[in-house]
């Protein structure tokens, strides 16, 4: 067996949560003696899946797993012409608890960067960042950011802050039953374009991830415009490789 195919082995055992988020994996000379191969062998096994992000190791402490129970980036439910059944995201098949958090909600000046998202420079926009776990263990870093008019928008009768204002902390208010949050608050939605990628996680993702800088994850980034090619909002989905991107049309 080569270093590939071990580390074939351990990921399988972590997708499957044999291998549990912070637990410590076997030395590389106990590993060696499992699968009957070098302990340079095994060495090798390892920096492949620490180069994904699925182990860290320390010099005198042993290698840990950095990766949680596999995960679906879930880009939504497409059903014509009800887009209300939509699913933003959902453990992979397997099951495990699946929750979410909002960690951030802050109002900044658009940075230059965001110009590549149509939110020109210097627009005041809302960033939100939720963490979204399954048994505990963080599995996906999304941000969404949108300008502050659409943000600070409210459904009829609504009291208290906007929904997209709602501060860290708050319970989560949610559309009606059988309603887009779009239509629920009003919102001009005519397309929404997904780019995917795999690159280093940013400083953010990889710290909420529990990851080394730099290590790479999918990044799916959403803009969505409304009909006269307006971003009305942008989500960046940062997830590790490990997981999947899925996406259900209905026909």
């Known amino acids: 067996m080569n270093s590939n195919a071990i580390a074939a082995d351990i990921r399988r055992g972590i997708a499957a949560g044999e291998y549990r988020y912070g637990a410590r994996l076997p030395s590389v000379r106990d590993l060696a003696d499992r699968y009957d191969v070098s302990q340079q062998t095994v060495a090798a096994a390892y920096a492949v899946l620490a180069a994904l992000g699925m182990v860290r190791t320390e010099r005198g402490s042993g290698t840990v797993v950095t990766a949680g129970t596999a995960a679906d980036a879930?880009?939504?439910?497409?059903?014509?012409?009800?887009?209300?059944?939509?699913?933003?995201?959902?453990?992979?098949?397997g099951g495990g608890q699946a929750t979410e958090e909002t960690t951030l909600v802050r109002q900044l000046a658009a940075p230059d960067s965001m110009a590549e998202w149509g939110i020109p420079a210097a627009t005041?926009?809302?960033?939100?960042?939720?963490?979204?776990?399954i048994d505990s263990t963080p599995a996906q870093h999304k941000l969404t950011v949108l300008p502050y008019e659409i943000a600070a928008r409210a459904p009829e009768g609504h009291e208290g802050a906007p929904p997209m204002l709602a501060p860290v902390g708050s319970a989560p208010v949610r559309p009606p039953e059988g309603i887009r949050v779009a239509d629920w608050l009003?919102?001009?939605?005519?397309?929404?374009?997904?780019?995917?990628?795999?690159?280093p996680m940013d400083p953010a993702a990889s710290t909420a991830l529990g990851m080394a800088d730099g290590t790479p994850g999918f990044r799916i980034?959403?803009?969505?415009?409304?009909?006269?090619?307006?971003?009305?909002?942008v989500t960046v989905t940062t997830a590790p490789l490990h997981h999947r991107v899925t996406l259900d049309i209905i026909g």
């Open 124 to 133: 005041q926009v809302v960033e939100r960042t939720r963490i979204r776990s």
């Open 221 to 233: 980034v959403n803009v969505t415009k409304d009909s006269a090619g307006a971003t009305v909002y």
């Open 74 to 93: 879930h880009l939504g439910t497409f059903t014509p012409p009800d887009l209300a059944a939509a699913t933003a995201w959902k453990p992979a098949e």
């Open 186 to 199: 009003g919102w001009d939605v005519a397309s929404t374009k997904a780019a995917i990628t795999v690159e």
